[in-house]
């Protein structure tokens, strides 16, 4: 609505997140779980008002996009040969466009898998590996050139800002009696920490640092701006209180601040680290892998992408 724009800051249009899928999975656990480990991939598009839902591919999870021209973009790792990594956080990304009605329309928009043959030119985003950022930066781009964002890039915004604001009353998941509240942010951030628990080298977990603490769009700087942001909406309201609360948000703001700046060099001082060498086991029974997602998950039924 004109009202709705006209009392957004910058005259910017507010978007919420586009809607789950409408399937039975949706409320099962199996699901959940992978929808929270992609929810790096999935948070920032559903903000633009992609639907997304999560499928199994030919051998690995994959996201699968929906675009208001009825084409589609499959999102996942390489598919052959199968990966033994995580869901969500494959070594590489590839994202196609595809229409079920249209065969020649195939589109690479991003790859940045490693390739198996060494004499092979490798696209330019191979070296961005499993960072989801580029990933999203280039799928916002190419989806704007087509113009199939239903919420469009505003322009000077970050292609890779959540622009999303869901309303309190919007539950993420269907109403029912067992369901917990889903934390769209607090997930995105949670499958970080999963990706850096896994992460192969420190250099791998440098990089994840990166996203924390880049000064300008890392994660602890947008919080400052957030708290800040809470601060002003506060000093709006006509309660004395609203004044007090705006101190505390700005306090909250400018200690975040500090802890960014304190913290400017972990990551370079994380990749300069060199691995400890694990010390020889003594029990000849070979360890058994945690199991990545929870029991019970229903047979993989394959889907033919390209």
Not at 255 to 281: C, Q, S
Request: net charge negative; proline share 12%.
């Amino acid at each position: 609505m004109a009202a709705d724009a006209a009392s957004t800051p910058d005259s910017r249009r507010v978007a919420s997140l586009a809607p789950l899928p409408d399937h039975s999975n949706v409320d099962t656990p199996w699901w959940q779980e992978l929808w929270r480990r992609h929810a790096h991939i999935t948070t920032p598009l559903r903000a633009r008002g992609l639907q997304c839902d999560i499928e199994f591919g030919l051998s690995a999870y994959i996201v699968r996009v929906s675009l208001p021209d009825d084409s589609y973009l499959i999102i996942g790792p390489p598919q052959e040969p199968s990966s033994e990594r995580p869901p969500g956080d494959p070594e590489g990304w590839i994202a196609t466009r595809e229409h079920p009605d249209d065969p020649s329309l195939f589109e690479v928009l991003y790859d940045s898998a490693p390739s198996d043959d060494p004499g092979a030119p490798q696209r330019p985003e191979a070296r961005h590996g499993g960072s989801a950022q580029p990933l999203i930066e280039a799928i916002n781009h190419r989806l704007a050139q087509l113009g199939l964002l239903p919420h469009p890039i505003v322009p000077g915004e970050s292609p890779h800002v959540h622009s999303a604001q869901p309303t309190p009353q919007a539950r993420d998941v269907p109403s029912t009696p067992d369901a917990a509240p889903v934390y769209v942010y607090g997930d995105a951030l949670r499958a970080l920490t999963d990706r850096l628990n896994a992460a192969a080298s420190h250099a791998d977990a440098a990089a994840l640092l990166h996203q924390i603490l880049e000064p300008t769009d890392g994660l602890l700087a947008q919080l400052g701006e957030f708290f800040e942001a809470a601060g002003e909406k506060a000093k709006e309201a006509e309660e004395d209180d609203g004044f007090d609360l705006s101190y505390d948000l700005a306090d909250a703001a400018a200690e975040i601040r500090n802890l960014a700046e304190v913290l400017h060099v972990a990551e370079d001082r994380m990749r300069a680290l060199t691995p400890l060498v694990p010390a020889p086991r003594l029990s000849s029974t070979p360890a058994r892998a945690p199991s990545l997602l929870p029991r019970g998950l229903p047979p993989a039924q394959p889907r033919h992408t390209r």
